[in-house]
């Protein structure tokens, strides 16, 4: 018989494996819940059939989000300028006062590589099916055997989804060590303040692209700005117009970011991409719906 303990222990992972398919905190909870209540919708008999519930809730929760993977590609074409992952926070770092209160699904999501902005961004640019197929076996080690029931296709071609979605993840160079990042984003925080345009453009790659989401709530470029230069004016043209910002160093994702806040609310979460002590990426985002965890 399986225990109710058994069955909730599972949410961390089911949160973890969602998050990672579609990309929002939000939407990993909500597909989640669905799948706890398809398990407590079966009768009793067939739950005590079943050896392992945290199988079946993965293949349930999995299907849920390929299905939503799926309706997530007509909804974007509607969205109001570029769509961006929804960031994670680090809630050892800042003010452990300043927490809700209650449980967050954000709080149960592990950060490593596999959620940084630059994967979660890749994993965009995977079809569904081959998105599941590539998260389930290279990030979570499952066997194709099993992907092979959440995709209902054969191992066979599972493998070859996931070996279609490797194909998207190009071979980057010598990640650059935390506190290597670390140290160039606190000198973008510091260059930002002081608004020298000079120093900025030194810290960024001359073909660096800042892509940024506002989802229509909140005012910023629609379309990436793409050009060192062009991105360092675009910055201290921002800072001129947002008097009473305050710049932090935060955790964004499981690597150093920027967090901007005024009068206590957090405005605006920056994650950065940085190769040879330059950064390449940043992605910005400000849509407030995005930034619940940070509250």
């Known amino acids: 018989m399986t225990s109710a303990d058994e069955v909730v222990g599972e949410r961390r992972q089911l949160i973890n494996v969602a998050y990672r398919l579609l990309g929002s905190v939000t939407e990993a909870e909500d597909a989640v819940q669905d799948a706890y209540a ?12 079943i050896r392992s519930p945290g199988a079946w809730l993965t293949t349930v929760t999995s299907r849920i989000c390929l299905d939503r993977l799926g309706s997530a590609r ?10 961006l992952p929804e960031p994670l ?24 590589e596999s959620v940084s902005m630059a994967f979660l961004v890749v994993l965009e640019s995977m079809t569904p099916a081959e998105r599941v197929a590539f998260v389930l076996h290279e990030v979570f080690r499952y066997p194709f055997a099993e992907i092979a029931g959440v995709l209902e296709r054969t191992p066979a ?3 070859q ?31 930002w303040e002081s608004r020298d345009i000079a120093a900025l453009v030194a810290l960024l790659n ?5 892509t940024a989401d506002g989802g229509g709530m ?8 793409e050009g060192g230069a062009l991105i360092a004016r675009y910055m201290v043209a921002i800072a001129d117009r947002a008097p009473g910002l305050e710049l932090l160093e935060r955790t964004v ?15 605006t979460v920056a994650s950065f991409d940085v190769t040879d002590g330059r950064v390449t990426r940043i992605w910005v985002v400000r849509n407030p719906e995005k930034l619940r965890p940070w509250g």
């Open 38 to 49: 398809r398990w407590y919708g079966l009768p009793r008999s067939r739950r005590e059939e």
């Open 74 to 83: 007509a909804r974007r074409e509607r969205y109001v300028g570029a769509w």
């Open 89 to 112: 926070p680090d809630r050892t770092e800042g003010d452990p006062t300043a927490s809700s209160g209650h449980a967050d699904p954000a709080d149960q999501i592990v950060l490593d």
């Open 157 to 159: 071609a599972c493998k």
């Open 161 to 191: 989804l996931a070996s279609s979605a490797r194909r998207r993840v190009t071979v980057a160079p010598a990640p650059v060590t935390a506190t290597g990042q670390a140290d160039v984003v606190r000198h973008v925080k510091e260059a």
């Open 206 to 210: 001359p073909a660096a692209v800042m």
């Open 218 to 225: 909140a005012g910023t470029a629609l379309h990436p700005v």
């Open 253 to 267: 994702n499981g690597v150093p970011g920027l967090v901007a806040r005024r009068a206590g609310v957090v405005e």
